[in-house]
């Protein structure tokens, strides 16, 4: 009985979530412009994948690494953008650019300084990925598992 009740609770979640839109948040990029995360990046039947990490986050920033090394071939293969929205407060904001500079990545970067972003889709902890096609979310994960990107990629082409 409870394996049952915790595939019900699983399921309408996964459904509650394939159907909520991306909340409207202003937040800013590295170049301090203010975006808008709803009206900024809805390009038609792109997937863009919002992963919230934090400069003192090990796995987040191992994840972001990691899919770097790969999103060339990803982006050849699917139409997608990832999006890295650091949960960075105001005290550790200033080590954004620079480890993002260091690392070279290829990603939008926003900044959530003040977890309005985080907090509108009740994220708990970092890493947490956000996948949005349409406008709609269509897929969430969180935490990272080292060597999962191909599995995630799998799970990406099926959008």
């Known amino acids: ?13 996964l459904v509650s979530y394939s159907q ?5 948040v202003k937040i800013k990029n590295l ?9 900024d990046f809805q390009k038609k ?3 863009y994948v919002y992963a919230f990490w934090a400069t003192w986050c090990a796995p987040c920033v191992q ?18 953008e990832l999006i890295a929205v650091s949960v960075d407060d105001s005290r550790t904001e200033k080590r954004v650019k620079p480890m993002v500079n260091g690392k070279d990545w290829e990603y939008t970067v926003l900044l959530d300084t003040n977890q309005e972003f985080k907090r509108s889709l009740s994220i708990a902890n970092v890493p947490y ?3 949005v096609k349409n406008n709609e979310i269509v897929y969430v994960q969180n935490g990272h598992s080292p060597g999962g990107e191909s599995e995630f990629f799998e ?3 099926s959008y």
Do not use: C, H, R
């Open 1 to 13: 009985m409870k394996k049952i009740v915790f595939i019900l609770i699983t399921l309408i979640s």
């Open 20 to 24: 909520q839109q991306l909340p409207n």
């Open 31 to 39: 170049k301090g412009e203010l975006v808008n995360t709803n009206f």
């Open 45 to 47: 039947d792109v997937l």
């Open 63 to 80: 994840e972001l690494d990691a899919i770097s090394e790969v999103y060339g071939d990803w982006k050849q293969k699917i139409n997608i």
């Open 129 to 131: 990925t956000v996948v």
């Open 155 to 157: 799970k990406l082409k």
